[in-house]
Structure formats: structure tokens, C-alpha cells
């Protein structure tokens, strides 16, 4: 017999069936008449992480939203992560009641700036002074031929037909893949990351329980007297040198690699050898090495590293 029982599937499952932890954003818009609006949002989490040419979010909203039609029409959004104060997510709610921009916008007193993608460009919002971090983004309206959707055929929800993973998706709702243009953070949490991150440096950031009845929205606050718990990820299991040797031997005619070089290889997760020999062997070749030794990985190794000092 099982331990759980069986909950009914209906629409919004992620608020009426189930405890479903996501995170707080309002996302600014610029409206027609090149005023501000801002949305609150929580179906918002990253889509392209790697391996794409660009990174990206997707968007879960009501496609006759504000923050909605002004994607559409734009382009243009900033999503701004909010820390998580009971007053700050008293205003979120209030910003995530539905209704004409004007009217929610007029008594909107939380302070804003420019932000730092393409501060001259009237479509680009304004971002909000205090949230922790803010992406601005750029909808990828090319995916699915999104851009044949405009605003206007909006009225009622939209009649289709629909796309399936970017723009209008059903009738009143919308998909939105937006590219990562820039991402900005606030100065204690951008010296935390560069630096090495503590206890100390995470956030206060509000966690919105997805479940909400007809009166309430649930969040939860960071623990104000406890601080985040570092869970140490597994150590590497040591693969014998044998099984690597065979996977080098295997990954190119020309190129051959001495033990001692495969001997850095040993804590390398497995799924990831390949790829980390492919590299190994793709150097080589620029640099028209046929045996890789010890020294050459730590000279590829130092490369890699010095790489990724650069994206940060
Ligand atoms: C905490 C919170 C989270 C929300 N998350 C979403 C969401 O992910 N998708 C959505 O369509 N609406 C969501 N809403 C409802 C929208 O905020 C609401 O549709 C609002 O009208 C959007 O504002 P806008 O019309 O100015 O864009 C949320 C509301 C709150 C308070």
C-alpha cells in the first residue's frame, strides 16, 4: 500500500495541488505610453543555462498581463529579484493584482534607476534600487516564429493557433524564452561571488510556496538567527588508471597521452572524461603535440582556469 495519496490534477497544479517552492521577482516593462510597469512573478527560472549561444529564462504569464503584452510588444524586460521583508512582499502582491498599469502604478513608491543594458534605449525599463540582483533580458522572439504574435490580436485571451513553447501558448497564456543580456548585482553579493562566497553573504531571499487559496499568497522569510547550510557535494571517487587509459587510447589515432597525465584524470567524474580528454587532445593539436605529458595538462589546465577568471 502506498504512503501517499492521490491528488487531482487541475489547472495551476503548482497552486492548487501541490507546495511547489519558487522564487519572487517583479519584472519591469516599459507600457505604450513609455511608463513603467511592474508585475510580480514567481514561474521564472533559468532555460538555456550551457551549450547554447546565449544564456536564458523562461516566463510563465498571463498573456494579456501588462508585463505580458509589453514583452510582446518590446521586447524588453528586466527581472528583478526583491529580498524578502514582509512590507517588500506586501507591495508584491499588491503589484500582482491584476488591472490597468495606470491604476497600480500610480501609488508605486519603490525606487528605481537605469539599468546597465543599452541605457539609452527607451524600451529598456528601469530596473528596481533594491532588489539584490536584477537580469535583463531580451525576448527571443525568433524561437517557434513567435514574432507573427502582436498585441493586438490580443482581446479576450488570444484564439490561436497557439505555439508550444514560446509566445502564445494558450488562450490566456504565454511562454516567454528571454535571453540573459546582462546580469547585475548588488556590490556585497557581486564581491561574494567573485571572491569566494561565506555564511554571511547570502541574501534575504523570499521563498513563495506556490500553494495560494482565495485569500492568500505563502512565502516563507530567510532565516533571520540561521544561516544557510553548506552540504559538501560527495568527493570524487578515484577511477582506477586502467579505465582511463582505455578511454585515452580510444579518443584519437594521433594524439596519446603518458600515465602521468592521465594520472590528473583520476577524480574526474565520468560522464565528464570524454569531454575533458576531447580538450586535452584538441590542444594538443593546435600546439602539434603527439604525446600529452603531465606538464602539458597543467599548462591546458592553467588555460581553462585563466578562461574562466575571464568570464567572471
Ligand atoms: C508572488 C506572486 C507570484 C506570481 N506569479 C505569477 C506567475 O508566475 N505567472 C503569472 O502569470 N502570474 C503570476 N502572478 C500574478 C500576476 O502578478 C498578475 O497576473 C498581475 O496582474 C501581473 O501584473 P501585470 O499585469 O502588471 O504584469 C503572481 C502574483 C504574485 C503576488
Redesign the pocket.
Known sequence: MSSFKDLRIVDNFYQTSSFFPMP?VC?STVNEDGSL????????FPYYIAGKDRYAMVL???NN????LNILRTGKCAINFITDERATFKE??R?????P?KE?MKDFKWPVEKGLADPNDPERPLVLSDAFQVFECTWARHLEHAERFKVEDIDDGYAGPYNDFNGLTSKYGAHYILYIDKILMKEKYYNAIVNGVTKKDFPNVPV?YGYRDSTN?W?TQFPRFKKPIAEPIPAPKEVDLGSIRFAADRIDDTVKFTDDALKNFVKVPRPFLKTVLNGCVAWAKENNVTLITDEHVKIINDKRNKEKQERK
Not at 510597469?37 to 521564472?44: D, E, M, P, T
Request: hydrophobic share 25%; with cysteine.
Open positions: 519572487t519584472i510597469n511592474v508585475g510580480s512573478y514567481s514561474l521564472c510563465e504569464c498571463r498581463s501588462n508585463t505580458g508584491a502582491v503589484l500582482g493584482y491584476p488591472g498599469s497600480k513563495d499568497f512565502y
